[in-house]
């Protein structure tokens, strides 16, 4: 198993995630041209991706979605909430439980309820060949289900959104600063890491750190908090808005 990301952040946000003969989007923030440009950077066009899988219906995960399956013929997977929120066209469509493992292709696919404002948010585990793989961002707290089911995995995206001190600081409007660090807002740094030091980690081959607010969050914040779990972690990656991450290996043992 293999993933990438093609971006990551409030500007937009979509990973690619490869195992077998499978290939899924989660989410796709960019539009349809931006999207092709980043695919290529993988070495990847559109017409590899098997089916895109939505978190939720915000702009930086669900801009290019609609266009980019209606162009390519390439099937959306989201929650029924998620899909009425979102107003989906006329693409092919499937909506999931959002407390029910499906298989696609290869892959046994986890969609995990989380805490974000949105209409039934939802974020995933990939299982296939004996490899987990997690991602999980936009959630605004970390309840025992998340602990549970994040608990266990062979690599993981996590979001590190803010730095709470510089959000409250920041030049944000106090009502935008209150719903990013409310219990259904984006997690702080010191959330992300107490959610790792929540959750068995011995199997765990990259932790790649995303959605790393721009305006509210420092790179080298993060990293001096992430030394505190380090020696538990043998690789941890940085997403960043513009580059997202290249491919990084799952193997099994």
Avoid at 7 to 27: E, H, I, P, W, Y
Avoid at 60 to 66: N, Q
Avoid at 234 to 243: F, K, N
Wanted: glycine share 8%; net charge negative; aromatic share 6%.
């Amino acid at each position: 198993m293999r993933f990438a990301s093609l971006g990551s952040g409030s500007k937009g946000n979509a990973t690619v995630v490869d195992c077998g003969s499978s290939r899924f989007l989660v989410d796709c923030g960019f539009s349809i041209r931006e999207t092709e440009r980043r695919l290529l950077r993988l070495e990847l066009t559109p017409a590899d991706i098997g089916a895109v899988l939505v978190t939720h219906e915000h702009t930086d995960h669900l801009r290019g979605v609609f266009p980019l399956a209606k162009k390519y013929n390439i099937p959306v997977i989201m929650t029924a909430g998620t899909s009425k929120a979102a107003k989906a066209p006329s693409v092919p469509l499937t909506l999931i439980d959002s407390h029910s493992p499906f298989v696609f292709g290869d892959v046994t696919i986890t969609p995990v309820s989380v805490p974000h404002d949105a209409r039934e948010p939802v974020q995933y585990i990939f299982s296939c060949r004996g490899l987990r793989l997690g991602v999980l961002t936009d959630i605004g707290s970390i309840t025992p289900h998340v602990v549970d089911e994040y608990s266990g995995c062979d690599g993981l995206l996590l979001e590190c959104n803010h730095d709470l001190q510089m959000l409250q600081n920041g030049p944000y409007p106090m009502a935008l600063k209150q719903r990013i660090s409310s219990p259904w807002g984006h997690l702080s740094n010191d959330q992300s890491l107490a959610l790792l030091e929540s959750i068995d980690l011995q199997r765990m081959q990259h932790l790649v750190v995303g959605h790393v607010s721009l305006q509210n969050n420092a790179l080298e914040i993060v990293k001096g908090l992430m030394q505190e779990v380090d020696s538990k972690l043998p690789s941890v990656h940085y997403a960043c808005q513009e580059e997202g991450f290249g491919w990084l290996e799952l193997k099994a043992s």
